[in-house]
């Protein structure tokens, strides 16, 4: 019978954690998951491998285990099956609790404390968005890392406890806090292994070092970091949300602000409770207010960038403390914890059934291009009906090039009913020119579908009806240069399409729509081979007849995007000619052309 009780209070955290994102481990793909899944796109060598690996990406982070190695491998296994990427989210996720268990068993000899710790940590909205997204994996991984970690100081396993500190750092660079972690715990209760954390902190300001080498350092938007008072109101909308849950879920009728009054009510309790167990000699609460400050530290700085996901690890601190103080004081821990329980858990379960809802119409969307790919092969594709919610999570990070669909636009029109975020992207790349779609529909090499949030509908014919008078005569404000639907726009210069691209000789022309209005700049996108710019490409641009400017490629530039002032004297016009010239060419022993450099895009931004 004891076996089966332990084993029952043991069972009681995953069934718990079953319950509770039953919706969310059921999502598919969203979002960033696209551009992740699109990497192993661009591996053909070993090299390849690992510089997707290791090459620091999105802000400058280097995350190869659980952003780069989970969606290459899962991608290269299982496609666009997302089951088998919740089943390791979920593994790593039972794993962690399991851990907790062991932690919280280790520290308090309480099973009660073992089950409460996990459950509570279940229940705070942290988790929601890293077990129902795959792109938030790296909160459940590094979990692991230092969890596991942890457990082992306490098993005092010197050298694997460095072996998955060091690991750790591959999951997320909230990793560097471990060393906090261990040597606040060893002044709590074992000081006699202080000396052995304090050597960890090396480890940590050696990477951090690294980390700001590389990563991005932002002047404005949502990554510019603020290093100030700011960073104390930053702390404390992090404590609100872990405790009272965010916000008020919608139906129940209660002032928009009650959820910071819930949580400032349960804080003065728990700050109450932590001193009172201080000076009856117990740490363990002092304890878990070490893990959540030191593990949302990071953080902080980023003042316009407050996410509930960067709370999931923190959330362990406010586990462990609540768990604990179940042993104690278990009427007022009960009081607490229900409080907590009854804010925090509607809006997890809200923010799972909403990325499943999300994952949903991002799955529609996605195999319904693909589906109109096999049905019009090689045709261009014109969405209508795309919202500002599904463009960004279904569309913006383009998930119909992993089936190798490069040409699928948001038709004519589309722009006013997507929201802009320039710190993400420019919008008006992903929508079709009117000139560009009646070209393309009038050879009968375009279709239009419309989607309505679960299904794409053929409405070419309707589509084509609507255009505005003399969309055939206009010039495009964008040019997909390798494109054959822009084969008219091109002048002089031009070899055929390369895969997308297009090379140019010496001297290229391209036509296109004057600017409209005052302060509109040409876009170029360009590449040239590394091993050509020994010494660097001299480009220069006119807009009819202006110089607009001159720029050098060199190998740091090989892969080149530009932007050129255009004078007002341009706006109005009827078109523009664009010159491109370089001041050298290359000829390659096996192709006999004289290549300048390969174009990808250009028009007006």
């Not at 006013?416 to 790349?429: C, F, K, N, T």
Request: proline share 5%; net charge positive.
């Amino acid at each position: 019978m004891k076996r089966l009780r332990d084993a029952a209070l043991w069972a009681v955290p995953l069934a718990f954690y079953v319950w509770m994102f039953w919706y969310g481990s059921r999502s598919w793909f969203h979002q960033d998951d696209f551009a992740w899944l699109g990497q192993g796109m661009h591996i053909a060598t070993w090299r390849d491998f690992m510089e997707a690996l290791f090459v620091p990406r999105a802000q400058g982070t280097i995350r190869p285990w659980s952003e780069r190695l989970f969606f290459i491998a899962f991608y290269e296994w299982f496609g666009l099956d997302h089951r088998p990427y919740h089943v390791w989210v979920a593994l790593t996720q039972v794993a962690n609790l399991i851990l907790l268990q062991s932690i919280m068993l280790r520290l308090t000899g309480s099973r009660l404390a073992a089950v409460a710790a996990p459950v509570i940590w279940l229940c705070n909205v942290g988790l929601a968005t890293p077990l129902s997204w795959l792109s938030a994996y790296n909160q459940v991984l590094c979990a692991f890392f230092l969890l596991c970690s942890f457990r082992l100081l306490l098993a005092e396993r010197w050298r694997w406890q460095w072996v998955v500190f060091l690991l750790g750092f591959g999951a997320l660079e909230i990793n560097v806090v471990y060393p906090a972690l261990a040597a606040g715990y060893c002044l709590l209760f074992a000081r006699q292994h202080l000396r052995r954390a304090l050597w960890m902190f090396p480890a940590s300001g050696v990477y951090t070092l690294i980390h700001f080498a590389v990563a991005a350092k932002p002047a404005e938007g949502p990554y510019a970091q603020h290093w100030g008072q700011s960073m104390v109101s930053t702390y404390l909308d992090y404590g609100a949300t872990m405790l009272g849950g965010g916000l008020v879920r919608p139906g129940w009728n209660l002032p928009q602000e009650s959820w910071r009054w819930v949580a400032a009510v349960l804080a003065a309790a728990l700050v109450y409770l932590a001193v009172m167990a201080w000076r009856q000699g117990e740490r363990l609460p002092a304890f878990g207010v070490l893990w959540f400050s030191a593990v949302i530290a990071p953080v902080l700085p980023l003042r316009d960038h407050i996410m509930d996901y960067y709370l999931a690890i923190p959330a362990i601190g406010l586990a462990m403390m609540l768990g604990w103080l179940l042993t104690r004081w278990r009427v007022a821990a009960l009081v607490v914890i229900g409080v907590h329980i009854l804010f925090s858990v509607p809006v997890s379960r809200m923010t799972t059934r909403w990325r499943f809802e999300r994952g949903y119409t991002a799955r529609a969307l996605v195999e319904g291009m693909e589906r109109a790919n096999e049905l019009h092969p090689g045709k261009l594709i014109l969405l209508t009906g795309v919202n500002s919610d599904v463009f960004w999570s279904g569309f913006f990070d383009r998930p119909a090039r992993l089936f190798g669909l490069t040409q699928v636009y948001l038709a004519p029109g589309s722009a006013e009913a997507i929201d802009r975020h320039e710190d993400l992207g420019d919008v008006s790349q992903y929508i079709c020119s009117t000139v560009t779609a009646a070209r393309a529909l009038s050879d009968g090499k375009a279709v239009v579908y419309r989607f309505d949030g679960a299904r794409l509908h053929n409405i070419t014919r309707s589509f084509y009806r609507n255009l505005p008078p003399g969309s055939l005569k206009m010039r495009p404000e964008m040019v997909e240069v390798g494109q054959e639907a822009f084969e008219r726009d091109l002048g002089e210069g031009w070899y055929a399409p390369d895969g997308g691209w297009r090379w140019m000789g010496k001297r290229a022309e391209v036509m296109l729509a004057a600017p409209s209005k005052a302060g509109q700049k040409l876009y170029v996108k360009g590449y040239c081979p590394e091993r050509w710019l020994d010494q660097p490409i001299e480009l220069t641009v006119w807009g009819a007849g202006w110089k607009l400017g001159s720029v050098s490629i060199t190998r740091a530039s090989a892969s080149f995007e530009y932007t050129f002032d255009l004078p007002p004297e341009l706006v109005g016009l009827p078109e523009m000619k664009v010159t491109l010239e370089v001041d050298r060419t290359n000829r390659p022993a096996e192709d006999p052309r004289e290549l300048g450099l390969t174009f990808g895009q250009l028009g007006l931004r």
